[in-house]
Structure formats: structure tokens, C-alpha cells
């Protein structure tokens, strides 16, 4: 039996885990059986954002100086590309003082180039999967009295094979698949369901008399706004990939003020006039992005550089704010065209992977921090 969630914004699609969670379950459970000689299954794990699922086990054992279990992954009713594969976690004593080391099993790829969240030579495990998983070692390791010394190797049997249709080979990810997932919860991908619940966002903050609404890419972007301004969450719509969808509806819908927050990758392709930010139907065209730092002031030799980039991230590292604040422009405009003669203010704000606003740019002054 897979680990279930409903999707409380769509109700008639079923959320899953990602795969950073499954992990995370198959660590915690490998781990405790290692420090204590006993299993817990189904084994209960705590999300980012305070959710406490459980996950069956379909695979452990237990030896001397390691233990693995392993955890089915359910995507819920979201197409992922991993939905029903097996996410291993081994876990093995190393010498005191070694802290917590991941390694990169069967399945899972290594980093071979800059421009990602994880260094070149490092397993692509991301940020967010390895601090849920160093949480739960050593807070096991400190109930049992022990250091928190282990090697935790992630294997996703098959993940090879499956890599090799997503865009990890172009992003320098060899051998395998990413553990990914910065929230625990994978939403169902549904167009037409994803799009009615931004409309029914829309018509919420209108109710509450909103003058001020952000459209967020995701949830990083989304709190980094929310903050920014201190807005109430009925002023934030979930946007996620679908601006056009956002968009379309608030030219009969007007808001006073929209800001739409987000990465730096999506917001490039934004700039270059896609309404579907989804990496299937637009992608990042490095040469704009070359262009538009010359514009911006870059020597030849950088925009080079930022046309050869290996990632979004990457190139906004190579050129740095000035081309944060170029495509933030550029963003702007693909907005304005898209409600023109609705009366909105558009602001765009551009938000790196650690939650810095890099860019903010308007067409009329917005409001500042309301953070003290």
C-alpha cells in the first residue's frame, strides 16, 4: 500500500510524496533499525511544513554496521516520472567525527558541472532532501546517545533508464536520477485544475477587497513575497507555471496591484514572451539571455559566458543583478501586454534559490517592506 494525501486545493486529484521525502522515510527507518536493532513500519517522517505522513515499507535489512529499507514512491495523480519506483536508503556507521555523508547509489546521478544547487563531484541529492534527512539521523542519533557519523547512499533502481528522458543529462547529471523536492508534497499536475484554482484565488482576494496580489512561481518565491510585503494569504495565487492562465482571467478580473515573484529561470522565459513557464512547452534561451546582458552592460567575453551556461542559475551567477534586472523588465512587459488596458500595476520580483530578491522592477512606485 502506497503513503496517500489529498490534494486539499483540488479535491478530486490525490497529492504524493516527492522523491526527496521517500528518502527521507526510507533513511529515517534504516537508520533507527541500525541504532536500535528494530523496525518501524509504516514509519512516520515530519515535511518542511509540518505534515507527518507515513510510509510502508516494501524492502529492509539489517546487518552488523548498516540496515536499508526502502520506500515505494506515490506521486499522487501528478505524471511524474518517478511515480512507483523504489527509493532505497542505506545507512552505515563511518568514524566518529565524519558527520553525515551522502553518497549517490544505483539510480541516482552525480553532479559534473557548476550551476546547480549541489556541487560538481556531489551526489544530486538537493538541499532540502539532505536537511530532512540530517534532521532525522541525528535526531535519532541523539535519542539513542550515539554521534550522528553515518553514510546515507540514496539508490533509485532503474533511475538511470528514466534519467535519460529528463533534462538531467543536459544539466551535467550523470548516472542517474535527482533527489529532489523542497516542500515533501508533489501536486497533481492538472492544467484545467491548477488554472480554476488560481480563478477561484482570484475571486477570493477580490471578495476581501485585495489591492495587492502576488502570482508565485513556487513556494520559495511565494514566502519571500509574502513576507516582503506582509500580505494575507488569500493575497497569494499559487501561479505555479501557469501565468497565461493567471493572466487571461484578471483582464476580466482586475486586481489594482499584481506582483508576480518568482526564480530567475522561469522569469527568463517569461521575458521572452512565454505565458507557460513549464520546462515541456518553453525553455531558456541562453543567447537572449547573452543579449540582454550586453544590453545591460556585460563585456563580450561574460555574455559569452552566460550563453554558454550550463543552467539559469548559472547565468544569472556569471552576470549578477544587472541581468536579474533586465529580464525583470522584460518580464514586466510580456506582463503588461498580456492586461493591457486593465489599469494593474505590474511588478516583477526576482527571487534566487536561497529567498534573496536579486530584481524588483515596476512601472509605478510599489509599496516597500512592510517587514520591520
Known amino acids: 500500500m502506497l503513503a496517500r494525501m ?50 510502508p515499507l516494501e524492502r529492509k535489512s539489517l546487518e552488523n554496521s548498516r540496515a536499508s529499507a526502502a520506500v515505494r514512491k506515490d506521486a499522487g495523480d501528478d505524471p511524474d516520472v518517478t511515480h512507483g519506483c523504489l527509493v532505497v536508503a542505506t545507512v552505515r556507521r563511518i568514524p566518529r567525527g565524519s558527520g553525515i555523508v551522502f553518497s549517490a547509489g544505483e539510480g541516482v546521478g552525480t553532479v559534473t558541472m557548476e550551476g546547480l544547487p549541489i556541487e560538481p563531484g556531489q551526489p544530486a541529492i538537493n538541499p532540502v532532501p539532505r536537511q530532512m534527512m540530517s534532521a532525522a539521523v541525528r535526531r535519532l542519533a541523539r535519542a539513542s546517545g550515539e554521534s550522528d557519523d553515518f553514510d546515507i547512499e540514496i539508490s ?41 484554482s488560481i480563478h477561484r484565488g482570484i475571486d477570493v482576494a477580490r471578495a476581501a ?14 514566502s519571500v513575497a509574502q513576507k516582503f510585503y506582509g500580505l494575507p494569504d488569500f493575497a497569494m495565487l499559487d501561479m505555479g507555471d501557469f501565468a497565461g492562465g493567471m493572466l487571461k482571467y484578471m483582464r476580466r478580473h482586475p486586481v489594482p496591484m499584481l506582483t508576480i515573484s518568482g526564480g530567475f529561470g522561469k522569469l527568463a522565459k517569461l521575458a521572452q514572451g512565454a505565458i507557460d513557464l ?84 515596476s512601472g509605478a512606485p510599489f509599496p516597500e517592506s512592510r517587514q520591520v
Not at 543529462?169 to 515533501?184: D, E, F, H, N, Q
Not at 477587497?209 to 511565494?222: K, L
Not at 547573452?290 to 559566458?305: D, F, H, I, N, T
Request: aromatic share 4%.
Open 6 to 55: 489529498a490534494d486539499v486545493r483540488n479535491p478530486s486529484l490525490r497529492s504524493g510524496f516527492t522523491t526527496g521525502a521517500c528518502a527521507t522515510a526510507a533513511t529515517t527507518a534504516a537508520c533507527r533499525a541500525l541504532l536500535t536493532g528494530e523496525w518501524v513500519d509504516p514509519v512516520r517522517i515530519e515535511l518542511p511544513k509540518g505534515q507527518t505522513p507515513e510510509f
Open 156 to 196: 533509485i533502481p532503474g533511475g538511470a533508464e528514466l534519467a535519460l528522458g529528463t533534462w538531467n543529462p543536459r544539466l551535467g547529471i550523470k548516472g542517474g536520477l535527482s533527489v529532489l523536492g523542497t516542500t515533501g508534497i508533489v501536486r497533481p499536475y492538472s492544467c484545467s485544475a491548477w488554472i480554476a
Open 209 to 222: 477587497g485585495a489591492g495587492h496580489v502576488v502570482g508565485s512561481t513556487g513556494s520559495t518565491s511565494e
Open 278 to 361: 513549464h520546462s515541456s512547452r518553453s525553455r531558456v534561451d541562453f543567447s537572449a539571455l547573452a543579449e540582454r546582458a550586453l544590453r545591460s552592460g556585460a563585456s563580450e567575453s561574460l555574455a559569452a559566458k552566460v550563453a554558454g551556461a550550463n543552467s539559469a542559475m548559472q547565468a544569472l551567477a556569471i552576470a549578477g543583478p544587472s541581468l536579474a534586472m533586465a529580464v525583470a523588465k522584460a518580464a514586466r512587459s510580456t506582463t503588461e501586454s498580456q492586461i493591457a488596458g486593465t489599469g494593474i500595476e505590474v511588478e516583477i520580483m526576482v527571487v534566487d534559490r536561497f529567498g534573496n530578491i536579486v530584481a524588483r522592477n
